[in-house]
């Protein structure tokens, strides 16, 4: 089986699974939210087998890399490590709340990948510019990162929803009461930062480390290094404004949804600027 | 603790709030600077705003912001105020550090939770052994004192990631000092080098001039591969290093694999082609004596022989659909004569008989009784390196590891410390456990609930 046949049966449960969670927010009965995970883990499962399959393919093909080097395969796996990093951290807190806004991103960045015109699925051989073992540390930090940050996103949207209903007690709906409390909520969004930013850190550190052997200078002001910056800066902010100001709650929630855009214009906005990371434009 | 008043200017920059503002106000200058035209295309964008927008343009040097008085002035008060703060704090944490084990925070016992008192039925001695090896064999080594009523245990873990914070901090000075002195103490130069060319001076980036190399690079070949769908497949420069008159070194320099030479450094950044075409012409002499020559056009060639002088006038590609051919120009002091050479006359001969004596300008061999054939012709590559030389690396990728080994023990570790009391309390011993953490109130909880669950496992063993 072709595993871009399976990737878009991925696609699909990714959205069923979506729907499922959905389910459990309005109905609010556990059987939905125990599909919907099931339906996630298998999703996950799935597309673990295509990214490996589509690995080997490229042996196949006497081109030998790992797939992660173009916008197409940096999309599927960055819908992978959403995937990822949300089930466990359901599986930790048992509490599936979060899957409703973690995985249509997930499914989102999948459907974008298949059905965008602009965006390739071959398996293409590598430029010599990203022929280097730096390839594989440098996109899977950066982009688990980005999903850690996609988390702690999806944490900050529940956190304002859960807060903007706080305050008329007369109708609790089914769904309210499923939510995690506020305070766990500002953990999982504290935690989920702290992870994606270790990642990032690391990211652009092993960029700077490839960029150092590939265009002979750590750091080149590249608009793309520079976003990445301004992400790593804003999300450095924030733990700032908590460890020492305080800053908890509700602050923190909007901060997480300002990292998050920050981080899709580093992915995808600065493509459209001048620079050196030009790959990711097909 | 500080007695005297602090100076004003010294807690301005102590603040943490003095931080987000510089941070933000980095993070805006980044913004802008993306959203800017590179420096290459600044002379454009300029000439199409009004003179007071340029004039603003230019003070604020908008073209090259990263290196703007604007931006090192904030990151020098960012470095200042990281200094300061962490300077301030220091003492702290220091005292943190060195808190004492005992007596226990007060209080620290009063309205546990049900589930952080076991009440044991067992000798007091039994009790105290196994609560002791059990805390030995969790944090590694335990502190104990004796109380009216029993005993207080202490044990602790995680007290040097009180120093996370100044590691992560410290990383950030050193990959600033790092840049800093690659700035003032590199190199970044760019040369492009024609294959067979030899070069020793570099011109440095920026348009700053020139710069001698203490020995010579010399490209032997450049090779250029392509996939079958046209993207390229690898850049390869064949360099000999040259070193009073010895090639020292030779190496392939591909794209990601740069050659280190004394102390400098090479790398493959682009490459081109040479506006001149190399034609390989042989020109025979006498029936067994030819010579092959390499030759671009304008290059002149001394024919000793007939006591005369070739010049080539034109290299072509392709002319008149005939292919590749070379117009020659030979000056006797009897004679002045063009002529062209094909690569393929044999196949324009055969396709029209007779050429040679009608157009006599397609004759190879119309200064006698010299005869030229043209062999083939080559496209010129050149190279593009870059060479750099950067000093501060070190710091930078020292910074770097610090940068993350501090992050892990910020987000990863915190000062958990646990306290242990036993209690005689009629036939019973009553043990309460009681712990403090500097942050992740949450784990330090899960750390008791687990101490309480094992201890109790502990004494019904």
Known sequence: MNHLMILSGVTFAYFASFVLYLFRMIFGKEFWGRAASFLAWAGLAAQTIALLLRWKASYDRGMGHVPLSNLFESMIFFAWAIILIYLVVEWRTKNRSIGVFAVPIAFLAMAYASISPDISNRIEPLIPALQSNWLTSHVVTCFMGYAAFTVAFGCGLLYLLKNMEKGDKEKPSGFLGKLPSLVMLDALIYQSIALGFIFLTIGIMTGSIWAHYAWGSYWSWDPKETWSLITWLIYAIMLHARYVRGWRGKRLAVLALIGFVSILFTYLGVNYLPGLHSYLKS | ????????????????????????????????????????????????????????????????????????????????????????????????????????????????????????????????????????????????????????????????????????????????????????????????????????????????????????????????????????????????????????????????????????????????????????????????KSREIVLAAGDTLDLPESKAKAVVLRVEENIMELGPAVKLRITSPQKDVQFWVFKNIDEIKTANPGLLSQVPIFNPGLFKPLVFSLNRIEQQYYTGLRVVSDPGVLLVAVGGALMVAGLMIVFFWSHQRFWVRMEQEGTKIRISVAGRSNRNSAVLQQQIDNLCKRIGQELKA
């Open chain 2, 1 to 288: 603790m500080l007695l005297k008043k602090p100076n004003p200017l010294w807690s301005f920059f102590s603040s943490v709030k003095l931080t987000i503002v510089l941070l933000v106000l980095i993070v805006l200058i980044f913004i802008i600077a993306t959203f800017l035209p590179p420096q290459e295309a600044a002379q454009e964008f300029v000439q199409q705003l009004s003179l007071g927008t340029a004039k603003v343009f230019f003070f604020f040097r908008l073209s090259d912001l990263y290196h703007s008085p604007l931006f090192y002035a904030l990151m020098g008060l960012l470095s200042l105020n990281l200094i300061i703060c962490s300077i301030n704090r220091f003492p702290a944490s220091l005292q943190q550090y060195k808190a004492p084990y005992f007596p226990e925070p007060a209080g620290i016992f009063d309205n546990l939770p049900q589930n952080q008192i076991i009440i044991a039925n067992k000798e007091k001695s039994t009790v105290s052994l196994a609560v002791e090896s059990y805390l030995k064999a969790k944090y590694g080594s335990v502190r104990k004192i004796d109380t009216k009523k029993g005993h207080v245990f202490y044990g602790e873990r995680g007290r040097f990631s009180l120093f996370g914070v100044y590691a992560v901090h410290l990383s950030v000075l050193l990959m600033i000092a790092g840049a800093i002195i690659g700035s003032i103490f590199g190199l970044a130069a760019d040369i492009n080098i024609k294959e067979g060319e030899t070069i020793n001076v570099v011109n440095l980036a920026g348009g700053k001039g020139t710069h001698p190399l203490d020995f010579s690079v010399r490209c032997d070949k450049f090779t250029v591969e392509f996939y079958e769908n046209g993207a390229p497949k690898t850049y390869r420069s064949d360099l000999s290093f040259i070193k009073n008159g010895q090639v020292a070194h030779r190496g392939s320099l591909l794209v990601n694999h740069p050659i280190t030479f004394e102390g400098l450094r090479f790398y493959q950044s682009s490459y081109g082609t040479a506006p001149e075409i190399k034609a390989i012409i042989t020109y025979t002499i006498s029936r067994n």
